[in-house]
């Protein structure tokens, strides 16, 4: 199946031009409307005021589609049956006609076929609380492990079991990058008490690094965690409890699958008033700008 890719991504990518890739699934199962499509349209504005190109990713109308305008991307804000498709059912997803919201997984496969190399996101899937019984872990870490894209996400929700993620991702062979920090970052929060495992400050050193880690062959991509500006950010231990509540419900609700991701995230926004929301929205804009930057980093070839 081959992919339709914009004609302003396509001439960027022909060109040379500083790209990066954009999920989808934060648009269809990770904000409520009308937020999710404002926020959607602002990261891509950054990415463009950076002197790069937005490429946002999804399936629509049997198509796997690399870079899309506004209708496109309200279609999928305002859907409440749009799939979230990750490398397990992308291609499923594409047969079926339906429209589909890529997670981190799938938007990396997608930009590694289409030549792009940076991705902005918010945070990733990585191990749940409790997967010791539900084995709950999410493709994204695989992914990380094998297909070469650089993402930048604020760090691993404190939803999640931030230390087995952290070994997960060592075992897989995973560089996680802290941007600017000696703390791995825990999306809502600037700290989650782990320390980085490799700290850089600095798009040109990441992307320094990224050409180095090519010239080794070492295959694979990388994590860049970027913390949440300090004005925005909630402090870990205000969250703990809205978490422990939050996977509590999931756990009486009997959530399991693909749904635990987007209804934790629905009840903290519910639990937190609300607050939960901004944060997530400003640090996703706060990734832009990095990735934006890495990007034309890689692009200058400094
Ligand atoms: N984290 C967020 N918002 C999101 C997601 C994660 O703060 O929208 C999405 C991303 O698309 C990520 C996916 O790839 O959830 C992970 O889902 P799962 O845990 O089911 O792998
Ligand atoms: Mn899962």
Redesign the pocket.
Known sequence: MSLAISDEVQAALDGGRPTVAL?T??VS??MPWPQNLETALAVEAIVRDRGATPAAIAVLDGRIRVGLDRGDLERLARSTETLKL?RADLAYGALSGKPGAT???ATMIVAARAGIEVFA?????GVHRGAGTSFDI???LGELARTDVIVVAAGA?ALLDIPKTLEILETLGVPVVCHGTDAFPA?WSRDSGLPAPIRMDGAATIAAFARSRKALALGGGMLVANPVPAADEIPAAEMATHIEEAHADSIAAGIAG?A??PFL?DAIFKRTGGRSLAT?IALVKNNARLAADIATALAAGA
């Open positions: 999920e699934t934060i199962h990770g990750s997670t981190v997984a996101t918010g945070g990733i899937g999410s493709a994204d929700k999306f693909k635990v991701t995230l997530n």
